[in-house]
């Protein structure tokens, strides 16, 4: 219409006068209005520009709208198809100029009334002020990552953590057997060993006690870890499957013989190949919630290597079952007492009646799996309590974007009244800064994702590379993670943004475009 198609992209100070002009006129028309009131519009002009603007409104005349010129000029009275003449605020004169032409569509060339922004067009606009103010932004959406990155950080470490915990159970063995404990955690007994083998489908049962134990070698190697007292050796492959043992062989039952994880083997003898075979001196407590008993010195030989726990605090060192009750005597005078006791079912179908059974008689039990799954939701507990103190971090951010997304409204005012003035709703000035928080928002989220990510790997490499511990992945990421994470980073830009995006939208046009 205008002919300014070439300078779509230029700033006011790039254009003349007339181009200026041209551009107000477009201004103008973008509301599509019934009546345009043209105030000296070629007052600034060369006779070339001013010709060219006369046209385009003659134009704009014959397309249906009403076009009233306001003007000192004689030259421009030939544009007109009425001429009223005014002095001293009256209507002197009042002249018709014979210049009939046919109405064109006016469908054809403006469009519909009233039509709001399209989603491309916000967004452009909104990535257009992010663009225009990029350091600043760059800077809030590093401050808006900070929680992203933690929460991030947090849950690839719980499923790191999860991972690790599950791969140590060896799935054929998670339901083969039940361990029974008392409710308060308490010494059982003989007493106890009669009733429960009492139920029908008990195969067999034998005691189950973890021990805290310090271990010294003749060369004066030192080690401390946590133990547990091993099945009878009949049922070695049943509870710990096939591959429990690295090397040398599986404890036997009346000898005093126990097991070390690699880890703990190459420590106290530098080499894990070594430790078959040596004599280690053991000193071992009985580990409970409700007393402490007394350690109890003891002698034994190593006689296989197990392979080491995915996390180096949990590797065990097994006890033979002799040498348990053997501990347990000294400890505590009786060697067939236990903090609990596995239960071999006759079958996999008897599993569930006897935990009914079982828990009917007043005792706590539970399988392998079930005893993983507790530990996976304390796991899940730990992650969302830190995850709560990442949250402080997200509020601080999303006030962060709000703050700034206020100072641009501020710094935008005259942007604002000049899209209300050109047929902008308040809903598209609202929904162009809500745009703006949430692009922010998830800038935000993606440079936390990616800072996350960069600091697992690196841990993982760490562990994997420099600690030697290749089946150790702290942190795993997973995808649906880290796109909930962008999106709800970008929620959050949202939400922080409904302040600010309100208060632009209320503007007043007119007292918008008055703004300096």
């Known amino acids: 219409m205008v002919g300014l198609g070439d300078k779509l992209n230029y700033l006011p100070n790039q254009l003349s006068g007339g181009q200026k002009q041209r551009v107000a006129i477009a201004r103008a028309l973008a509301n599509d209005p019934d009546i345009i009131l043209a105030d000296e519009p070629t007052g600034a002009l060369d006779s070339e520009n001013s010709a060219r603007i006369m046209e385009i409104l003659r134009k704009i005349s014959q397309q249906g709208k009403v076009v009233l010129v306001v003007t000192h000029s004689q030259e421009l009275v030939s544009y007109a198809d009425r001429i009223i003449r005014m002095r001293d605020g009256k209507i002197i004169e009042d002249e018709d100029v014979a210049h009939a032409v046919e109405v064109e569509d006016v469908d054809k060339w403006i469009g519909s009334k009233g039509k709001k ?27 808006a990552s900070i929680g992203i990155f933690g929460l991030s950080i947090i849950m690839a470490l719980g499923n790191g953590v999860k991972e690790k915990l599950s791969s140590s159970i060896d799935e054929a063995t998670a339901k083969s057997s039940l361990s029974v404990a008392n409710e308060q955690f308490a010494v059982l007994n003989e007493n106890d060993i009669v009733r429960l083998r009492e139920i029908k489908g008990v195969r067999d049962i034998y005691p189950y006690n973890p021990f805290q134990i310090s271990m010294k070698t003749k060369e004066g190697a030192k080690a401390t870890s946590s133990a547990e007292s091993l099945s009878p050796r009949r049922y070695a492959e049943v509870i710990y499957g096939k591959k429990y043992i690295v090397k040398g062989r599986f404890p036997d039952d009346q000898r005093d013989e126990i097991v070390l994880p690699e880890r703990i083997a190459k420590k106290l003898f530098k080499d894990s190949k070594e430790a078959v075979g040596k004599n280690v001196s053991l000193v071992v407590q009985l580990m409970s919630l409700k007393e402490i008993y007394p350690t109890v010195n003891v002698n034994a030989t190593v006689v296989g290597v197990v392979k080491n726990n995915s996390i180096p605090l949990l590797d065990t060192v097994g006890i033979s079952y002799g040498l348990s009750q053997k501990i347990m005597k000294e400890s505590i005078g009786n060697s067939t007492s236990a ?84 047929g902008a709703f308040r809903s598209d000035i609202r929904r162009i800064f809500v745009t703006e928080g949430m692009l922010i928002g998830i800038i935000g989220g993606v440079f936390g994702i990616l800072g996350s990510i960069t600091v697992g790997k690196a841990a993982n490499y760490v562990v994997t590379t420099v600690m030697k511990k290749s089946n150790l992945d702290l942190f795993q990421f997973r995808f649906i993670q880290v796109v909930l994470l962008v999106l709800f980073s970008g929620l959050l830009g949202v939400l922080a943004s409904f302040v600010p995006a309100n208060k632009a939208a209320k503007q007043p046009a007119v007292e918008a475009l008055r703004h300096e």
């Open 117 to 143: 922004l399209d989603l491309l067009t916000t967004c452009k606009l909104s990535f257009r002020n992010i663009k225009n103010k990029k350091w600043r932004n760059i800077l809030t959406a590093i401050g």
């Open 339 to 422: 903090l609990s006791f596995t239960i071999i079912p006759s079958s996999i179908k008897d599993i569930a009646p006897l935990k009914s059974k079982i828990r009917e008689m007043g005792y706590k039990v539970q399988t392998d799996e079930e005893s993983q799954n507790e530990i996976n939701e304390y796991v899940s507990f730990a992650s969302i309590a830190l995850g709560m103190l990442s949250g402080i971090s997200l509020i601080v951010s999303s006030i962060m974007i709000g703050i700034v997304l206020y100072v641009s409204v501020l710094e935008r005012t005259r942007e604002i009244g000049i899209l209300k003035a050109i």
